[in-house]
Structures are given as structure tokens and as C-alpha cells.
């Protein structure tokens, strides 16, 4: 307690952080030492300090710190990403507040909001930075929709359509019925639930009492169900061949499959088919030719094609249509059954796959300098033990999907005429002069063209920060860039190794013809006395900043510095 009171961390913690702003200690400019670069991982603007956070900062401040008494040219880049989906629910949330629905505004006076809450909260969390005593140079803090930035993301979206590397087509995805947009595979994430496995039987279309039994978990996704299929070698099933069956509650005629994909040990060795709800039963159908019936509403609720239940939610629905079977006398019987379902990364909601058009970008290509840049040593990953889970993702890479249905974003570079023929352009200019070259009666006609209403997914900004936050898009052969780039070290964690690392490794190769950064450091994950994940949600994360008010950054730091070495 003698030292809290002599020595008064607060005070001396701004005194001396103030000091080495206005004496420029941090700041770098590009001389004939060699570089040692960081690019900050670049927080969400919604977001505040956390312990991982801490860690992560830590590191990246232990690693400057050394590099500058070592004789380098040290230059670490803060700066923020503009999460999508985080912000916009922020803005709603604010707007809800005010007693406005997003619905009853325009894009554009939608975005006027989403630019207010960003000035006035969006820097929380670089002032955090600071009160950590972070040694950044906020001479060049960076914001991933900055206007140059913006213009960066639209050149690399117009390149890549232009190689042929990105389309739009309908295809499953996972969506998100909170945010009602689409989300990657690797923004899903699967936890084990406890569920119930329902025991359903669909009358046969026959003369004789005949039914064929199917188990579910999703009872509510039968008003889909265009098919039953079982297995072309289970006996039990033979002479339903070219046989027909009932939907319950709705009597839809269906026909009865049959498909080697059918797993005969699972459940009744029947399996209901829903196309429009499912990926694998989704290719199921466009194999054996089947319609698909979308019965869910963007919001979870059901939609006019399922008949009954419609606008309610899918989770109750689970629950009244199950009770409407057992009347009916179409349930057979209830199990405890342990599954994974898909929550949103984002927003916590269960996952449903949904048919939707979208925007794709085919990684295939880009994903071979990449893999082959970590696998041969070009770029080190610490620990090394990352590159197995890496070269799997890369080697089993899957075509990503960049679209998202929301209004803070970069929007999504596609123009349509009247017609629906499609222009990629840089802005609306450009896409004017395309379309007046392509169809000159027309657009003399109608002349004016609508824009695509998605934004880009996120990640597909933030895999070009490394090059970008050194001006890479409006000056190409600045010094800057050719100094800087590639960096000297990444620190990151370990979860973001596919959403951010690897694409960052993709696309330094497809746009600077070099790696990104020669290190990757992965960070331990910050753990309670019972081995979990620190989080707000399990309420067992100390609070960073009461930590810094109450003990001081150093005491952090070094408590953090300790956690490392340990």
C-alpha cells in the first residue's frame, strides 16, 4: 500500500504517454536503417479493450520495443476495421433508441447515422490503446472505410470479376436471421446442443395402411420436404421402389428415392429431403431432380410456402408442429439426442442454410502461392504446429462468399439495367459509359441504372491491410509501401488464421506479388482456473480497464509479459 501512495500511476501513466506523443517517439518515416513493421490486427469499432486484446497488444508492444533499442526503424500501424455487422446492429440499436426503424429510411440517410455513431464511439477503442500505452504511430491510423481504403476494396473486387475469379449465383449458405444476411462457413460456429430427435411417419400412397418412418431434429423443415430417401441396399425399403408418400399435416404427394449417400444405421435409415434447408439434401435434389420449397423467412419465421404456422418463429413452430403431429397420429416418438448446430459468429443466432443469390469469389487459384509460401518456410508461422491447420483449410479451400444483405459496407460494385444485364464498374460513372456503349437505344430510353444492394463481407477489406494502410491502391510505387512492405511480424490469434491470415497471405501474392509479412505469431488463448475461454458471456474476464485505473498499464503489461513467459 506504501508504494500506491508514493507512487500515483495515473498521473505519471498520461504525463509520460503525452510526452512521448509530442516528442514524436513513435513516429516513422522511412530511412536507411532497415524496417521492423507491425500492422495492428485491426479492432472492430464497436469494440472495447478486453484481456485478449491485452495479450495480443502486448506482444506486439514488447516486439517494437526491442526492434527500436536493437537499432531498427520501428513502425507499428493502429487503425480499425468497420465490422459490418456489429456496426449496423449498433446503428439500429441507437436508432430504436430514437424511436426510428431503419425501414422507413433511405440508404443514404441510413449511412448519415451509421457515420454519426462511428464518429462518436468509433475511437473508443484506439483511446484504449493509449491508456495501455501502446507504441503506435497514430500518424497513420487507418480505417478500413476511409475513402482510399473504399476505393482499394472496389479496384480488388473489380480485378478479381474481370479474372473471372468472382460471380454471382444461387447456391446454399448459412444465414444469419438476426443480422438477415449471409455468412461464411467460417463465421459460423458449432456448439454442441441438447436436442430432441423426433420420430416422424409419412403415409405410403398405397391401397394398403403403410407408412415409412423418418427422424429429425428440425420438425419444422417437413413443409419443405419434396423427397424421402433411403438406401438403394436396405431390404427394408426395397418395394417402395417408385413408390410415393405423404407430407403430414399438408398431405403433399412426394416420391420415395434412392441414393447410396443415405447412412442405413442412422436413425430409420429414412431421410426426409428438404433442398431448400439443408446443403447435402440440397444436392440430393438437384441429383434426383427435385422442386425446392423455401418455408423460412429471412427473419426465422415461416413463410406462405409452408402452409401452416406462417410468420411464426421457427422455434416455436418446433415445438406446436411436433404436438400436431403426435394429434394426428403422425409422431412415433421423442429421443434426447446430442447434436452440433451452427451459431452465428456475430450475433449468436442458430444458423439455417438458406438457398440464396449471392456474390463468390473462387480462391483456388490464389490459394497455391499461398500455401506453398508457409509450407516451404517463405512465411514462418510460431508455433509451427499451425501449418497442418492451415495447409488443410488451403488444400480443401472452398469458394467464398463475399456478399452481405446490409447497408454499412463497402457496396458491392454492380450496376443493372432495365433489362437485368449486369455492369462491374469502378463507381457509376464508368458503369454508365458500359452500359451506353452496350445498349445505346436503351439507355437513351432509361437511362438511369439500379446498384446492387449488398456491401462486401468484412474480410474482404481487412485481407488488404498490410499493403493498403501503406497506400498501396492510389500509389502503388509509393516509398512507403516498398520500405514497409512486407512487414516483419503479424501477431494474431489463432481463430482468425482462415478468415484473415491466409486470405492476407492470398492476397499480398495476387496484388504485390510478395508475401504480406514474414512472421506470424500466434497468441495462447487467455484462460480462466478452469481452463475456459475468458468472455463476457460466462462473465469470467476481468474488466481491462478497471485493471489499468486501479494497478496502473504497467502492472497489466507485466502481469501479461509473465502470462507469456509461463
Known amino acids: 500500500m506504501e508504494l500506491s501512495k508514493n507512487f500515483q500511476h495515473r498521473e505519471a501513466e498520461q504525463k509520460w504517454y503525452k510526452h512521448w506523443e509530442e516528442s514524436a517517439y513513435f513516429k516513422s518515416e522511412p530511412d536507411d536503417r532497415p524496417p521492423y513493421t507491425i500492422v495492428i490486427p485491426p479492432p472492430n469499432v464497436t469494440g472495447v479493450l478486453h484481456m485478449g486484446h491485452a495479450l495480443n497488444d502486448t506482444v506486439q508492444d514488447i516486439l517494437i520495443r526491442r526492434a527500436k533499442m536493437l537499432g531498427y526503424n520501428t513502425c507499428w500501424v493502429p487503425g480499425t476495421d468497420h465490422a459490418s455487422i456489429a456496426t449496423e446492429a449498433k446503428v439500429v440499436n441507437m436508432l430504436k433508441e430514437r424511436g426510428i426503424d431503419k425501414k422507413t429510411l433511405s440508404r443514404d440517410k441510413f449511412m448519415e447515422y451509421a457515420w454519426e455513431w462511428k464518429e462518436k464511439y468509433g475511437g473508443i477503442i484506439l483511446e484504449q490503446l493509449r491508456k495501455l500505452g501502446c507504441a503506435l504511430d497514430w500518424d497513420r491510423t487507418a480505417f478500413t472505410m476511409d475513402d482510399d481504403y473504399y476505393a482499394a476494396v472496389i479496384r480488388v473486387f473489380v480485378e478479381l470479376y474481370n479474372k473471372g475469379y468472382i460471380y454471382r449465383g444461387v447456391k446454399m449458405i448459412n444465414w444469419d436471421p438476426k443480422a438477415k444476411t449471409a455468412l461464411s462457413d467460417e463465421e459460423v460456429i458449432f456448439k454442441q446442443t441438447n436436442s430432441k430427435l423426433y420420430y416422424v411417419r409419412y403415409k405410403i400412397d398405397s391401397e394398403q395402411e403403410e407408412y415409412i418412418t423418418i427422424a429429425t431434429v428440425r420438425p419444422e423443415t417437413i413443409l419443405g420436404d419434396t423427397a ?29 428415392i434412392f441414393d447410396d449417400y443415405i447412412d442405413m ?86 444458423i439455417e442454410p438458406r438457398l440464396s443469390m449471392q456474390w463468390w469469389c473462387n480462391m483456388q487459384e490464389m490459394a497455391k502461392p499461398a500455401l506453398a509460401a508457409v509450407m516451404n518456410g517463405e512465411v514462418e508461422f510460431h508455433p509451427a504446429k499451425f501449418k497442418n491447420l492451415y495447409r488443410h483449410w488451403m488444400e480443401n479451400i472452398k469458394d467464398w462468399c463475399i456478399s452481405r444483405q446490409l447497408w454499412w459496407g463497402q457496396r458491392i460494385p454492380a450496376w443493372y439495367d ?4 449486369m455492369y462491374i464498374a469502378h463507381n457509376t460513372g464508368e458503369a454508365h459509359i458500359q452500359y451506353k456503349n452496350k445498349k445505346e437505344a436503351l439507355a437513351a430510353q432509361y437511362p438511369e441504372l439500379r446498384q446492387d444492394e449488398d456491401v462486401m463481407d468484412t474480410w474482404f477489406s481487412s485481407w488488404l491491410w498490410p499493403m493498403e494502410v501503406f497506400d498501396w491502391n492510389k500509389n502503388p510505387d509509393n516509398k512507403e509501401l516498398k520500405y514497409y512492405y512486407p ?56 474488466d481491462l480497464l478497471k485493471l489499468i485505473d486501479d494497478y496502473g498499464a504497467d502492472a497489466v503489461f507485466h502481469g501479461h509479459l509473465l502470462f507469456i513467459l509461463h
Request: proline residues 5%.
Open 265 to 350: 444405421e442412422f436413425g430409420t435409415g429414412a431421410l426426409k429431403v428438404t433442398p431448400a434447408h439443408d446443403i447435402n439434401d440440397y444436392n440430393l435434389g438437384l441429383k434426383h431432380n427435385l422442386p425446392v420449397i423455401d418455408t423460412l423467412n429471412e427473419d426465422g419465421t415461416m413463410s406462405e410456402a409452408a402452409q401452416l404456422y406462417v410468420g411464426q418463429d421457427r422455434f416455436a413452430v418446433r415445438k406446436k408442429i411436433a404436438e400436431d403431429l403426435r394429434t394426428a397420429g403422425n409422431l412415433v416418438k421423442e429421443e434426447d439426442y446430442t447434436n452440433q448446430v451452427g451459431f452465428s459468429e456475430r450475433t449468436d443466432a442458430v
Open 418 to 421: 432495365v433489362e437485368g444485364t
Open 228 to 256: 424421402v430417401c433411403v438406401h438403394p441396399d436396405d431390404k427394408r425399403y426395397a418395394h417402395l421402389r417408385g413408390k410415393f408418400c405423404f407430407i403430414p399435416l399438408i398431405n403433399r404427394r412426394v416420391p420415395i
Open 487 to 542: 512487414s516483419q511480424t503479424l501477431v494474431t490469434a489463432p481463430e482468425i488464421i482462415f478468415f484473415w491470415v491466409a486470405r492476407m497471405i492470398m492476397a499480398g501474392y495476387e496484388f504485390m506479388g510478395d508475401k504480406p509479412f514474414d512472421k506470424v505469431y500466434f497468441t495462447g488463448i487467455v484462460r480462466d482456473k478452469q481452463g475456459r475461454k475468458m468472455s463476457k458471456s460466462l462473465g469470467n474476464s476481468p
